[in-house]
């Protein structure tokens, strides 16, 4: 019989979503969106800790960059360029 061997394990939050998830058309219109979408921008989707959001600037290619960071899982959760206005 082979036996098995841990090599590593993965400790995860399990937070409360913001809102329930609508079961009808009354529920999902009673939604506050607003702060479901700011939830999600602000927070890591893993472990539910506030992102370190940082913004740099390329003047000579006229674009802004934005990463969002999380300490807690060490991870990069979202990178994204946008143009300067
Ligand atoms: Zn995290």
């Known amino acids: 019989m ?3 061997k841990k090599i590593a394990s993965i ?3 399990i937070v ?3 809102e329930a998830p609508a079961t009808n058309v009354a529920e999902f219109e009673a939604i506050d969106w607003r702060t479901v979408f700011l ?3 602000h927070n890591c989707p893993l472990c539910g800790g506030e992102l370190l959001l940082t913004n740099v600037t ?3 290619d ?3 960059r934005e990463d969002a960071f999380c300490e807690g899982c060490n991870i990069r959760t979202r990178q ?3 143009e300067l206005q």
Do not use: G, L, R, T
């Open 2 to 4: 082979e036996q098995s």
């Open 11 to 13: 400790d995860v939050n």
């Open 16 to 18: 409360p979503a913001v």
């Open 39 to 41: 939830d999600d921008h």
């Open 58 to 60: 390329h003047f000579v």
């Open 62 to 64: 006229q674009k802004v």
């Open 80 to 82: 994204s360029e946008h």
